[in-house]
């Protein structure tokens, strides 16, 4: 397994600001994964994000709310910018065993503990 | 378009009983069926998984079935105990892909 932190792990924010929240894993990892989990509704993938290129989102999401950085194997950020209280969820990242391991035969992914964002 | 989807919105059982948490789901393109569980304030945990290829996958009080036919799997927790207390999350993961589709979830509480 590998052990994800995640900062902050909550906050409260104003309409129409942006907050930043950091992902750091213990182990190197090719790709990351960013998902969303809003009140009452189940964990949704926003993005992957591989170091050295450009993440690619998933329908729905969009570079210009979501911009994310993956400076190296261990390290990423999402930002949502521009909130909206609709934007109060939790936001997770997550990384692939099969990554860890270098086994394909394996495609678990495991969990940081999640930032819960509110926004007024 | 919901292509996991857990129907009980939640279950109650009595401890020491079985706990039977089911998922449906409808694209045949998934090869790979995970359960995942999940305490308020933490991220989700993996608990077990299973390919497509298999229809049964056991480790320890825990039991995944799969019945491809039907497009359906179920959890089984044998016996049941206060800390499964938790929301148990079905998930599924495209052929030759990283992405997981995540049900809405179901909220299991075992009764001492």
């Known amino acids: 397994s590998a052990v994800i932190s995640q900062k902050p792990s909550r906050d409260i924010c104003q309409r129409g600001t942006s907050l930043t929240i950091q992902c750091q894993v213990d182990?190197?990892?090719?790709?990351m994964f960013w998902y969303r989990q809003q009140p009452g509704q189940s964990l949704t993938l926003i993005a992957t994000?591989?170091?050295?290129?450009?993440?690619?989102?998933e329908s729905g999401f969009v570079i210009d709310k979501f911009p994310i950085s993956r400076p190296n194997l261990t390290f990423s950020t999402l930002t949502v910018s521009n909130m909206s209280p609709e934007d109060s969820s939790i936001y997770l990242c997550?990384?692939?065993?099969?990554?860890?391991?270098?086994?394909?035969?394996?495609?678990?992914?495991?969990f940081g503990p999640g930032t819960r964002l509110t926004v007024l | 378009d919901q292509q996991v989807k857990q129907n009980s919105p939640s279950l109650s059982v009595q401890e020491g009983r079985i706990s039977i948490l089911n998922c449906d789901y409808t694209?045949?393109?998934?090869?790979?069926f995970l359960w995942y569980k999940k305490y308020p304030a933490e991220g989700p945990t993996f608990l077990i998984s299973?390919?497509?290829?298999?229809d049964k996958n056991e480790d320890g009080r825990f039991t995944v079935f799969l019945n491809k036919s039907a497009k359906h799997l179920s959890l089984h927790i044998v016996p049941s105990q206060p800390g499964d207390s938790a929301v148990y999350f079905c998930?599924?993961?495209?052929?030759?892909?990283?992405?997981?589709?995540f049900g809405a979830g179901t909220i299991l509480r075992v009764k001492s």
């Open positions: 694209n045949s393109m998934f090869d790979y």
């Open positions: 998930a599924a993961r495209m052929e030759y892909g990283n992405k997981l589709v």
């Open positions: 182990s190197q990892v090719t790709m």
């Open positions: 994000a591989n170091q050295g290129s450009e993440a690619t989102y």
């Open positions: 997550s990384v692939s065993l099969w990554d860890l391991t270098g086994t394909k035969s394996y495609n678990e992914q495991f």
């Open positions: 299973i390919s497509s290829i298999k």
